[in-house]
């Protein structure tokens, strides 16, 4: 079994939607979640970043951790054609230390 | 700045070739890494390296090796290409830092926009 399980998707919704991209995780050392997307063709960049269990908010970008379930979140409001892409979900145990990441999703947000 | 930097972006190798993928970061972070990319596995740390002169291996360090040459540049080296090893290799960086107001910090990963391998 995988430590950090992600539904590779792909997911496929109309622009406007509200999109929910989630992660699963075994470690319960895990305290750093982080959230990447990844354009074709291009290395990941960091969307989100959150430490422990809360929410964050950026714009149209919403992280949710839940430790006590190991479950992680990334909600997109007013998704649009641009956010179309690959999202990691990305973890560690230290805030320096090697990260773990799920599959990736691959969604697509059409006119 | 160019950020992280990759070179070669494509190549192709036969069985048994060897060959070293180049990083280069111009952020001064002290912390750099390679990872493959495979379909449906994520990206998987293959080495790293947490400061200049140390490496250390990652999830999946067969078949590689690594040279951290000085701050800026850290390479990767296939001594005998393996139909395997056909990926996407993925350079990053990182540097932690102090959030303001707190007591955590947090690294950041700055990812090259990779190189594309194929064994045949």
């Known amino acids: 079994q995988k430590e950090v399980e992600q539904d590779p998707g792909p997911l496929s919704v109309p622009e406007g939607a509200i999109v929910s991209l989630n992660c699963t995780y075994s470690?319960?050392?895990?305290?750093?979640f982080m959230w990447y997307r990844q354009y074709s063709r291009k290395g990941p960049e960091l969307l989100m970043y959150?430490?422990?269990?809360g929410n964050k908010e950026d714009g149209r970008f919403t992280a949710q951790v839940d430790k006590s379930s190991k479950y992680i979140s990334l909600f997109i409001r007013d998704s649009q054609p641009s956010d179309s892409a690959t999202y990691l979900c990305a973890m560690s145990r230290t805030s320096y230390g090697k990260l773990t990441f799920g599959q990736g999703t691959i969604l697509t947000v059409h006119p | 700045n160019a950020g992280v930097t990759q070179t070669p972006k494509f190549q192709v190798l036969k069985t048994g070739q060897s060959m070293t993928l180049q990083c280069a970061q111009d952020?001064?972070?002290?912390?750099m890494y390679w990872y493959r990319q495979d379909p449906g596995m994520g990206l998987r740390l293959i080495y790293y390296s947490a400061s200049e002169g140390t490496t250390d291996k990652g999830e999946v360090p067969n078949g590689y090796n690594v040279s951290r040459l000085n701050k800026r540049e850290f390479s990767l080296r296939l001594e005998s290409a393996a139909p395997s090893q056909t990926s996407v290799y993925f350079c990053a960086s990182s540097e932690a830092y102090y959030a303001s107001g707190g007591s955590s910090t947090r690294q950041t990963q700055y990812f090259g926009p990779g190189t594309r391998l194929l064994v045949l």
């Open positions: 952020m001064n972070h002290n912390s």
């Open positions: 470690n319960s050392a895990f305290q750093y």
């Open positions: 959150t430490y422990s269990s």
